[in-house]
């Protein structure tokens, strides 16, 4: 154990040190997320070897790289899906995408959309599908540029390279799939004209400036795990990057607070789906 913790046992109640030691034993910084979240989900894992002293989990995670998988696993962080809660996507294209693609082509601009906290992929491949649809539906052919971007290296690397089991692409409309995949071997590959568009970029969504200069943003699923200050400052973020049309699309389970609700106001409240409040 790193000289900084030693001394400082760590107990489930102290979750602020438990994060940090944490931090320094899978790379990954927790500081931003709920402490009942951290709690809840090491106490499971706990469950699951009989351990009942945390310390001992600890040297565990650390000594096991299997455990460590897990541990991530459980934190559900990297989850991610095509076309995740089907319904948005639909709501979606009709109230975002389509309004995103008109007021671009009028002002002969690029569209520029972030997917923040991409994690494997899915969600700006699925993007880059539904735009590239509409653009056929609609007729037009403007610049498209997706920044994905997530906070693990790791997670990034399977993103970028754009192939997903049967499994995985199971949510996928089969006209979809067909269109812009590549069956091959146990899988299917991105297509380049969808993988052009995107650029995979590793950022902390807490700690690094904002992308510059964006049209839509796309967090889903990642508010969840940060807490109320956290929440806020990266919606900030996304207040000072976001420009006209200026739609902001969060997770189906996640919520303003009502801080956020002096930056953004609703546009779909089903599909969490908002817009940046001119100030
Ligand atoms: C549950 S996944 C969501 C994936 C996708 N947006 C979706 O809804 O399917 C959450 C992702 O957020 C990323 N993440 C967590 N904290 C982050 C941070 N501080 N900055 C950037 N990404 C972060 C995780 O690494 C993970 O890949």
Same mark, same amino acid.
């Given at each position: 154990?790193?000289?900084?913790?030693?001394?400082?046992?760590?107990?489930l109640?102290?979750?602020?040190?438990?994060?940090?030691?944490?931090?320094?034993?899978?790379?990954?910084?927790?500081?931003?997320?709920?402490n009942?979240?951290?709690?809840r989900?090491?106490?499971?894992?706990?469950?699951?070897?009989?351990?009942?002293?945390?310390?001992?989990?600890?040297?565990?995670?650390?000594?096991?790289?299997?455990?460590?998988?897990?541990?991530?696993?459980?934190?559900?962080?990297?989850?991610?899906?095509?076309f995740?809660?089907?319904?948005?996507?639909?709501?979606?294209?009709e109230?975002?995408?389509?309004?995103?693609?008109?007021?671009?082509?009028?002002?002969?601009?690029?569209?520029?959309?972030?997917?923040a906290?991409?994690?494997?992929?899915?969600?700006?491949?699925? +993007?880059?599908?539904?735009?590239?649809?509409?653009?056929?539906?609609?007729?037009?052919?403007?610049?498209v540029k997706?920044?994905?971007?997530? +906070?693990?290296?790791?997670?990034l690397?399977?993103?970028?390279?754009?192939?997903?089991?049967?499994?995985?692409?199971?949510?996928?409309?089969?006209?979809?799939?067909?269109?812009?995949?590549?069956p091959?071997?146990?899988?299917?590959?991105?297509?380049?004209?969808?993988?052009? +568009?995107?650029?995979?970029?590793?950022?902390?969504?807490?700690?690094?400036?904002?992308?510059?200069?964006?049209?839509? +943003?796309?967090?889903?699923?990642?508010?969840?795990?940060?807490d109320?200050?956290?929440?806020?400052?990266v919606?900030?973020?996304?207040?000072?990057?976001?420009?006209?049309?200026?739609?902001?699309?969060?997770?189906?389970?996640?919520?303003?607070?009502?801080?956020?609700?002096?930056?953004?106001?609703?546009?779909?409240?089903?599909?969490?789906?908002?817009?940046?409040?001119?100030?």
């Amino acid at each position: 154990m790193n000289a900084y913790f030693r001394g400082n046992r760590a107990t489930l109640a102290n979750t602020e040190l438990l994060k940090r030691i944490l931090q320094h034993k899978i790379g990954i910084d927790l500081s931003g997320y709920k402490n009942d979240f951290i709690r809840r989900r090491i106490h499971a894992r706990m469950l699951t070897y009989g351990i009942r002293d945390i310390n001992q989990y600890l040297n565990l995670l650390e000594k096991n790289s299997e455990e460590k998988r897990k541990f991530l696993e459980a934190l559900d962080i990297n989850v991610s899906q095509f076309f995740r809660d089907s319904f948005v996507w639909k709501i979606v294209r009709e109230k975002v995408v389509r309004e995103l693609i008109e007021h671009m082509v009028k002002r002969k601009v690029s569209i520029k959309i972030w997917s923040a906290g991409c994690a494997h992929g899915q969600e700006p491949y699925s +993007i880059a599908m539904l735009i590239v649809d509409v653009c056929k539906e609609l007729n037009v052919s403007p610049s498209v540029k997706i920044y994905a971007t997530d +906070i693990d290296g790791d997670a990034l690397k399977k993103a970028k390279l754009g192939f997903y089991n049967h499994q995985e692409v199971k949510d996928i409309p089969y006209f979809l799939l067909k269109e812009y995949f590549q069956p091959g071997d146990g899988g299917y590959w991105v297509k380049d004209n969808i993988r052009n +568009i995107i650029s995979f970029r590793k950022h902390d969504l807490i700690n690094d400036p904002p992308l510059l200069f964006v049209n839509t +943003i796309f967090c889903r699923n990642v508010f969840i795990y940060f807490d109320r200050k956290n929440q806020n400052k990266v919606l900030s973020k996304f207040h000072q990057c976001l420009y006209r049309p200026a739609y902001l699309i969060l997770g189906a389970s996640e919520n303003l607070w009502s801080e956020g609700g002096s930056m953004f106001e609703v546009i779909d409240n089903r599909a969490k789906i908002y817009r940046k409040k001119q100030v």
